[in-house]
């Protein structure tokens, strides 16, 4: 089976400042690969994804994530924080089963943005 | 607006009781799934449906069990409730295959139980 590690639980960061979330995924294949985020009392909401086409995947509020198969990671960035950042940030790889598509998640990263 | 409902919001059981949570999806998605979310534990998957008809078991079923009513509707059942069962329910929903496996989730459901 297939996992996701996500290096961090909570991750602050100053208005402004660049935001890194790391995630790294064991897979023997090729992945599918995505980033979701929860705003509080929501549910999750696709940032972006990785399909086996452009190594760097540009996603929604200036999000954006590098493929690198020699690390096996899928680190997601922001150059600027904005308060509205806020959130729990979750990677997650595509693995097939059963002949079926599942997703496993990983156990999130809660970012906080600091005024 | 186009989605996935779930119903209730909230709900609190005393150890024992029954209920079902109800979810429901207008988008024409053939696979449905019913999450749980523990603080700490990310996502775990208790139950899917690929398509209308069948239902199979994630990383944690034991204690629930699911039907998948049509296409649009997926609930979950909880015979006996166990305050290890304290958690919030997210049910999700999918076109099937791959690449277009991005999921979308409702707003959840938060279960306390005594």
């Known amino acids: 089976a297939q996992s996701v590690t996500q290096l961090g639980s909570h991750v602050s960061v100053s208005e402004g400042a660049l935001v890194l979330l790391r995630c790294n995924y064991s897979s023997s294949v090729p992945p599918y690969l995505f980033w979701y985020v929860q705003y509080p009392n929501q549910g999750l909401q696709l940032l972006l994804k990785?399909?086996?086409?452009?190594?760097l995947v540009k996603g929604i509020n200036g999000f954006e994530a590098e493929f690198k198969k020699s690390e096996t990671s899928f680190h997601l960035t922001k150059p600027s924080a904005h308060m509205s950042d806020a959130a729990e940030y979750f990677c997650?790889?595509?693995?097939?089963?059963?002949?079926?598509?599942?997703?496993?998640f990983g156990k999130g990263t809660k970012l906080s943005v600091i005024p | 607006n186009a989605g996935v409902t779930q119903t209730p919001k909230f709900q609190v059981l005393k150890t024992g009781q029954s209920m079902t949570l109800q979810c429901a999806q207008d988008?024409?998605?053939?696979?449905m799934y019913w999450y749980r979310q523990d603080p700490g534990m990310g996502l775990r998957l208790i139950y899917y449906?690929?398509?209308?008809?069948?239902?199979d078991k994630g990383e944690v079923p034991n204690g629930y069990n699911v039907s998948r009513l049509n296409k649009r509707e997926f609930s979950l059942r909880l015979e006996s409730a166990a305050p290890s069962q304290t958690s919030v329910y997210f049910c999700?929903?999918?076109?099937?295959?791959?690449?277009?496996?991005?999921?979308?989730f409702g707003a959840g459901s938060r279960l306390t139980v005594l």
């Open positions: 988008m024409n998605h053939n696979s």
């Open positions: 999700a929903s999918s076109e099937t295959g791959a690449g277009a496996n991005v999921l979308t």
């Open positions: 449906s690929a398509s209308e008809g069948t239902t």
């Open positions: 990785y399909t086996s086409a452009a190594t």
């Open positions: 997650a790889v595509l693995y097939s089963g059963a002949g079926s598509y599942q997703l496993t």
